[in-house]
């Protein structure tokens, strides 16, 4: 059996090794997760929101976020380890601990902060784009999107109140004793 390469054309089959290499990245995936602190993340994919709602002015706000290496369509053993950097301010927010390096797939490093400066009145929002960067053993390194997370929150004067039912309840037994009171000494 004769070769098209000039190099492999005399030699016999049997002793022309032959090398294949081959490599599947499996990418790492940018996630968040909330840890604790004030305010509330959704979404999933490339976008999430973290919304502070209705603050008191001057009032301490703050989120506690991790980042989570999660890519859910594969093993998460296999996953390539993620690497990105979203600190920074805009704003009245601040970004702080939230660069990781080399996290392996299905692990989250804790220590994300968002931080939402209250002392002025107005309703805020501003974005924040994380480079997604994978790489795995076999060199493979490259930034293969990014993931934007959004902070909203809205500074006010003073919060509107809604009592608790336990307190309604509470109203609802005293205007019921002061009526029962009243209507027996009517009898009398």
Do not use: K, W
Not at 119 to 135: A, H, K, R, Y
């Amino acid at each position: 059996m004769a070769s098209h390469d000039s190099q492999l054309a005399d030699l016999p089959l049997a002793t022309s090794p032959l090398s294949l290499q081959a490599q599947v990245n499996n990418y790492a995936a940018l996630s968040f997760l909330e840890q604790g602190g004030q305010g509330s993340l959704s979404g999933a994919g490339n976008s999430f929101l973290l919304d502070f709602g209705n603050v008191l002015q001057n009032s301490s706000q703050q989120a506690l976020l991790a980042i989570f290496n999660d890519n859910p369509l594969i093993d998460q053993a296999f996953t390539d380890l993620l690497s990105t950097d979203g600190n920074g301010s805009r704003g009245p927010f601040l970004l702080a601990g939230c660069a990781v390096r080399d996290l392996p797939g299905g692990t989250s490093q804790p220590g994300c902060d968002a931080l939402f400066d209250t002392s002025i009145l107005g309703n805020f929002m501003d974005s924040f784009v994380f480079p997604v960067e994978s790489s795995n053993p076999s060199g493979y390194d490259q930034i293969i999107g990014s993931v934007t997370l959004t902070v909203e929150g809205d500074v006010v004067s003073s919060v509107p109140s809604v009592p608790e039912p336990g307190t309604v309840t509470l109203l609802g037994s005293g205007l019921g004793l002061l009526i029962l009171v009243v209507r027996r000494q009517r009898r009398r």
